[in-house]
């Protein structure tokens, strides 16, 4: 089996780095470097990014790199479509392991929008207690709307001032359970969720507990990502690698 490239910053990818050194594959597991404390993996690790396309290329190509596994998150668009293009440059085969996106229930109460911009707007103008479940990295796009107040829930300590002026920062990795979650939007008295439809089990709590206390979610979109193979599980993965 050739070299793999593993890129990774999910749970889908720790799992995915399991299997990899339990096969004794020989692969490379790359992240962002976002997270202060990132877990340990079982594998080889590299930090940051590669330089656009035209890095990843020679990056393939100087590391032997055969197969690429993208387990990137679904909002990491920017890598994802650095990867499907710098392998078909490289000729590299490209899966992508890619948990399915969130679907409403009975219950539900969700506002899907295609952006940050357009979940901003959902808000409206009068004050509202705001769960921004968004990560760390989007929240200066809701700097235009100060009038909320914003609970935030970030894996590491903010190192510099957040750019709302009414924000509450609490520190935590998930995943999370929906009786924590519940008890965490009534402590606050949270009246709105704003989230990316990420997917997954990790971070669902925070949904079916807005369901049980009939809360409305503004839930954005996926970004666009050009066609690739997709992977749903593991296994599946493993089975292509060892196709």
Not at 61 to 86: C, K, L, W, Y
């Amino acid at each position: 089996m050739t070299r793999v490239l593993l890129l990774g910053g999910t749970t889908e990818a720790a799992r995915m780095a399991q299997a990899l050194a339990e096969a004794r594959v020989d692969a490379v597991y790359s992240y962002a470097g976002r997270t202060e404390a990132p877990v340990a993996q079982p594998l080889p690790v590299r930090v940051g990014g590669f330089g656009g396309v035209a890095g990843l290329v020679d990056y393939l190509r100087a590391e032997g790199i055969g197969h690429v596994i993208d387990a990137t998150h679904p909002f990491a668009a920017q890598m994802s479509r650095n990867a499907v293009d710098a392998c078909a440059e490289a000729a590299v085969p490209l899966v992508a392991l890619e948990r399915e996106p969130w679907q409403a229930g009975e219950g539900d109460r969700w506002t899907h929008v295609p952006d940050l911009a357009a979940a901003v707007e959902a808000l409206g103008e009068a004050p509202r207690r705001v769960f921004l479940a968004i990560g760390r990295q989007n929240l200066g796009a809701f700097a235009s709307a100060p009038q909320h107040h914003y609970l935030l829930r970030l894996v590491d300590p903010p190192t510099e001032a957040l750019p709302l002026p009414h924000a509450e920062a609490v520190i935590a990795r998930g995943p999370f359970d929906v009786a924590g979650d519940r008890a965490l939007l009534e402590s606050h008295g949270i009246g709105v969720i704003v989230a990316k439809n990420a997917g997954g089990a990790g971070a669902e709590a925070k949904l079916i507990a807005a369901r049980e206390l009939a809360l409305p979610v503004v839930l954005i979109d996926r970004p666009w990502v050009p066609e690739r193979r997709l992977a749903r599980t593991v296994g599946e993965v493993m089975a292509w690698l060892n196709g």
